[in-house]
Every structure is written in structure tokens, then in C-alpha cells.
T-cell receptor, first 110, second 115 residues
Framework: QKEVEQDPGPLSVPEGAIVSLNCTYS??????FMWYRQYSRKGPELLMY????GNKEDGRFTAQVDKSSKYISLFIRDSQPSDSATYLC??????????FGDGTTLTVKP | GAGVSQSPSNKVTEKGKDVELRCDPI?????LYWYRQSLGQGLEFLIY????????KSGLPSDRFSAERTGGSVSTLTIQRTQQEDSAVYLC?????????????FGSGTRLTVV
């Protein structure tokens, strides 16, 4: 079993929809939780970065971390066609490398 | 520089040849990472350099893979005697260390095709 499991998708939603992307993990040492967005033929780009449990909001994006359930989510409000990309969750302990989910491909249709 | 720079952006090589992939991290970032991404797959960890400490090589898939980081800056990933299963996008990232680390800044990757 992988340390990080990500809902595989793909997801296709109409413009303006609310999108929920989710990951679960098994390693209780993970303290930092990230979401990356990756456009086709590009490197991943950091979208959200959170420490421990709680919510963090940045514009249309909200990241939630529930350490008790080992579950993290990314919500996208008022989704736009430009949000069409692959979204990768990632997490790491206090020191050391990040472990990534396999990604969820999102398509937002105009 | 302003971002993480990787070269070449594309590399086609014949099976059995050696290849070198280069990564120029963000100036001042003490941590440097190599990941591999196969078509439609997630990121597979390869190696991690952390300041002056010994690198974490636990993700290297075989002894044909090696990497070095010179002067705490530029890194080179070398694949010897390439095989078709080595075909993938090789991504380099850099960050600050520990609690200052935040997320990674990735380069655009080197797309390696072994024919």
C-alpha cells in the first residue's frame, strides 16, 4: 500500500462548479501538506502549503488537513477552464523529502 | 536565477548509452531533489541533497543511476547504460531546509526517451 493515496479521477466539471480533490495517507510523521498544480508538459507548481491540521484559504482555493483522519482536501470554488490541470497532493515530515500522490486530472468545461 | 533550470529539455538516446541531466537550483536553496515521472504517473523520488549532509539515495532504482551536487549548487543526474524503462520525465526541485522549507520549486523537467 502506498503511503499517499489520491483519488484517481479524472474529473470533468462545468465552469463555475465547486471541485473537491482528496488524499489519504498512512504516515503519522507527516507534518507539512502541499498541493501542486501541473499543466501538460510543465513541472508541478506549488499551489497551497499548510502545516498540521486546519484550513487555509487563498482566493478560490481552500486546503483542509485533518490529521486525526489522515485526510487532506483541496477545494476549488467557481472553477475556471484555466484550472484544467493535474493536481498533486504531497506531504512530508519536519525534515526530509516529500511523498507525492499520483495526481488527479481535472477538466473544467466552458 | 529566478527559477529552477533544467537541461536539456528533451533527450533522445539509444539503449545502452549514458546520459547526463543537469539541474540549476534557485540560488540560496540548500535542498535539491530529483524525481521521475512516467507517463500518467505520479512523482517517484530518486535522490535528495540536503546542505552538507550525505545525500538520501534511497530512491535510486539501480546502480546505473547516480547523482552529484557540486559546490552546493548545480546537480547532475547520470544514467549509465540506459534502458527503455528509463524513459520518463526527470524533474528537479529545490527548496529551503526543514521548517523553513515550504514547498518545492520545480524545473520544467528533462523528457528522456530511450530508443
Amino acid at each position: 500500500q502506498k503511503e499517499v493515496e489520491q483519488d484517481p479521477g479524472p474529473l470533468s466539471v462545468p465552469e463555475g462548479a465547486i471541485v473537491s480533490l482528496n488524499c489519504t495517507y498512512s504516515n503519522s510523521a507527516f507534518q507539512y501538506f502541499m498541493w501542486y498544480r501541473q499543466y501538460s508538459r510543465k513541472g508541478p507548481e506549488l499551489l497551497m502549503y499548510t502545516y498540521s491540521s486546519g484550513n487555509k484559504e487563498d482566493g478560490r482555493f481552500t486546503a483542509q488537513v485533518d490529521k486525526s483522519s489522515k485526510y487532506i482536501s483541496l477545494f476549488i470554488r467557481d472553477s475556471q477552464p484555466s484550472d484544467s490541470a493535474t493536481y498533486l497532493c504531497a506531504m512530508r515530515p519536519n525534515a526530509g523529502k516529500s511523498t507525492f500522490g499520483d495526481g488527479t486530472t481535472l477538466t473544467v468545461k466552458p | 536565477g529566478a527559477g529552477v533550470s533544467q537541461s536539456p529539455s528533451n533527450k533522445v538516446t539509444e539503449k545502452g548509452k549514458d546520459v547526463e541531466l543537469r539541474c540549476d537550483p534557485i540560488s540560496g536553496h540548500t535542498a535539491l531533489y530529483w524525481y521521475r515521472q512516467s507517463l500518467g504517473q505520479g512523482l517517484e523520488f530518486l535522490i535528495y541533497f540536503q546542505g552538507n549532509s550525505a545525500p538520501d539515495k534511497s530512491g535510486l532504482p539501480s546502480d546505473r543511476f547516480s547523482a552529484e551536487r557540486t559546490g552546493g549548487s548545480v546537480s547532475t543526474l547520470t544514467i549509465q547504460r540506459t534502458q527503455q524503462e528509463d524513459s520518463a520525465v526527470y524533474l528537479c526541485a529545490s527548496s529551503l531546509e526543514g521548517i523553513l522549507g515550504g514547498g518545492y520549486t520545480f524545473g520544467s523537467g528533462t523528457r528522456l526517451t530511450v530508443v
